[in-house]
């Protein structure tokens, strides 16, 4: 499939099925899943800060944590659901080390950094 090709289809009012179709036949089908296990939930569309609380925070918190198990120079921390100091300092220290402004602050970048660092070291203990 090239990109120019599939793009000229879909200015002719091609659904994305019927553009898979053309190039892949006509067996092709999207197939949908309920659930997907394994892959991280999405930036909540807001910053988590000190007095945040909430599922959300958990999470992260929680990734946070098992990321320290392979980078002990992050603290561990409560999962609690609460964001005080010292999951507010386990933050600073994750973006220290991972080379984003240290703020303290889980804005959109440091959410979707904590969950790359977070599935890489989740399935790299899968293999051991």
Known sequence: MTQ???????DQGYAPIEILRYY???NMYINTAEQIAGI????????????SSGD???????QINRI??????IPTIAADGQYGES?????RKFQN??????TGVVDYPTW?????????????AELN
């Open 4 to 10: 120019w090709g599939s793009k000229y289809l879909g």
């Open 24 to 26: 892949y036949g006509e």
């Open 40 to 51: 991280p939930a999405s930036w909540p569309g807001y910053d988590l800060t000190i007095g």
């Open 56 to 62: 959300k925070v958990r999470q992260m918190q929680e």
């Open 68 to 73: 320290a198990r392979d980078y002990p120079s």
């Open 87 to 91: 999951t507010a300092a386990a933050v």
């Open 97 to 102: 080390v991972f080379g984003l402004p240290e």
């Open 112 to 124: 979707y950094k904590i969950s790359e660092i977070y599935v890489g070291v989740s399935r790299i």
